[in-house]
């Protein structure tokens, strides 16, 4: 069982492009992330949505645009790619948020920004 | 604002050594506490939360209010232990309700 799948998996792209991380649950859970995992930064939040049209920026929000137009997509946009985005990229979803559910990470995406 | 500092970026151990990850928090309120753990090659799962008080593959983590930390203890690490390590801290109330917020990650190794 798939659950929460991400894509690209691997993305290269160059400063200034648009780029889109893919991200579907299939457990029809509320909550919805985006972290980034950089060495010696961790996990940090981007953005989350406690629900379908409800986001809320997260800890680096700057320069990424997400969107929850339906339950099991929530799309993260870099709009215009710089090098420090280079990173990989982990959606994650839960049922009751953070407090009261436990939160299920994707694959990960990989993004290089030349 | 709401901190979690996980002061060891590596940590090596033998096997059967005990081990012990240490988390500190920062955080105004009384917040939900939990450790995820990344294994090479897998998705970042969760391990424990304190709410649970349960222990896991032998894993105990105990809250401790007035050194506001959370450390992640084993009493005989194993090979199979060796993953990313992250404690995680998520706030009880308020306008950050919800969200989960985590700490540098700890790099475990237990070797042979």
């Known amino acids: 069982d798939a659950g929460i799948t991400q894509s690209p998996r691997y993305k290269i792209t160059e400063t200034g492009r648009q780029v889109t991380l893919m991200c579907h649950q299939t457990?029809?859970?509320?909550?919805m992330f985006w972290y980034r995992q950089d060495l010696g930064h961790g996990l940090r939040l981007i953005y989350y949505?406690?629900?379908?049209?409800?986001?809320d920026k997260g800890e680096v929000p700057d320069g990424y645009v997400v969107s929850r137009s339906k339950t099991e997509n929530f799309p993260l946009t870099l709009e215009s790619a710089t090098r420090s985005q280079t990173s990989v990229y982990f959606c994650?979803?839960?049922?009751?948020?953070?407090?009261?559910?436990?939160?299920?990470f994707g694959e990960g995406s990989r993004l290089t920004v030349l | 604002a709401q901190r979690v500092t996980q002061p060891e970026k590596l940590l090596s151990v033998f096997k059967g050594a005990p081990v012990e990850l240490k988390c500190n928090y920062s955080?105004?309120?009384?917040?939900?506490l939990f450790w995820y753990v990344q294994y090479s090659r897998q998705r970042l799962q969760l391990l424990l939360r304190?709410?649970s008080r349960e222990s896991i593959k032998g894993f105990t983590a105990d809250l401790n209010k007035g050194e506001t930390s959370f450390h992640l203890k084993k009493p005989f690490a194993q090979e199979e232990d060796s993953a990313m390590y992250y404690c995680?801290?998520?706030?009880?109330?308020?306008?950050?309700?919800?969200?989960?917020?985590f700490g540098r990650g700890t790099q475990l190794t237990v070797w042979p």
């Open positions: 994650a979803s839960s049922s009751g948020g953070a407090v009261t559910g436990e939160l299920f």
């Open positions: 457990w029809s859970h509320s909550y």
């Open positions: 949505s406690a629900a379908a049209d409800i986001t």
């Open positions: 955080y105004s309120g009384s917040p939900e």
């Open positions: 304190h709410i």
């Open positions: 995680a801290l998520s706030p009880h109330r308020g306008s950050t309700l919800g969200r989960l917020y």
